[in-house]
């Protein structure tokens, strides 16, 4: 079975644009959680979706946005980009929440010039 | 509500033991371990529900004191394939479904 998938793998953009991260979970995983992870540090919750229903939220500026599909693919929005942006971003899939076993995906690294 | 890892680092030769804690100033209704290795995401290992339980598998264990909202993990024989980064993450009990990730521990198995 495939496990979380997440595309692209690295992208670079400047200050003040935006970007679109997507995400694939397993195959009957119907949450997914993202997370943001600065190089040194361990991952910071953004979001969790759950039935296409935001159902927690970390302490992220309004640029970062979310949402999740019929078929449970999720994609992370982020407008006006920072160069404090720059960061590994985390998809993890679960059946139900963060409080279930996470399922990683490997990663989009973004970086903000 | 970040919690607080100890040690941040150790270095073991095989066959060591180690006990990486984990503390929160917040009610815990779970708490999850996860290794990370360098450039790859992080691994489940184990998630313990309140009710102060202990889990393991393998060569390591977890316990979960819900009282004193800390968590301990112990890696007991340490092998090569057991170096990477350690982080608890927690969910609150109302924390309103946002999971936490500890500040890491960095654990080198060294020959």
Excluded at chain 1, 67 to 88: I, K, T, W
Excluded at chain 2, 41 to 46: G, H, I
Excluded at chain 2, 58 to 66: G, P, Q, T, Y
Aim: aromatic share 12%.
């Amino acid at each position: 079975d495939a496990g979380v998938t997440q595309s692209p793998t690295h992208l670079i953009k400047t200050r003040g644009q935006q970007v679109t991260l997507r995400c694939s979970p397993i195959s009957g995983h119907k949450s997914v959680s993202w997370y943001q992870q600065v190089l040194g540090q361990g991952p910071q919750f953004i979001f969790q979706y759950y039935e296409k229903e935001e159902r927690g939220r970390g302490n992220f500026p309004d640029r970062f946005s979310a949402r999740q599909f019929p078929n449970y693919s999720s994609e992370l929005n982020v407008n006006a980009l920072l160069l404090g942006d720059s960061a590994l971003y985390l998809c993890a899939s679960s059946l139900w929440g963060p409080n279930n076993e996470q399922f990683f995906g490997p990663g989009t690294r973004l970086t903000v010039l | 509500q970040q919690p607080v890892q100890s040690p941040q680092a150790v270095i073991l030769r095989e066959g060591e033991d180690a006990v990486i804690n984990c503390s929160s100033s917040k009610a815990l209704y779970s708490v999850h371990w996860y290794r990370q290795k360098h450039g790859e995401a992080p691994v489940f290992l184990m998630i313990l529900l309140k009710g102060g339980e202990q889990k393991g598998h393998d060569k390591i264990s977890a316990s979960f004191n819900e009282k004193k909202q800390q968590s301990s993990l112990y890696l007991t024989a340490s092998q090569l394939s057991y170096s990477g980064t350690y982080f608890c993450g927690t969910e609150g009990v109302d924390t309103g479904n946002q999971f936490y990730f500890g500040t890491g521990t960095s654990l080198t198995v060294i020959p």
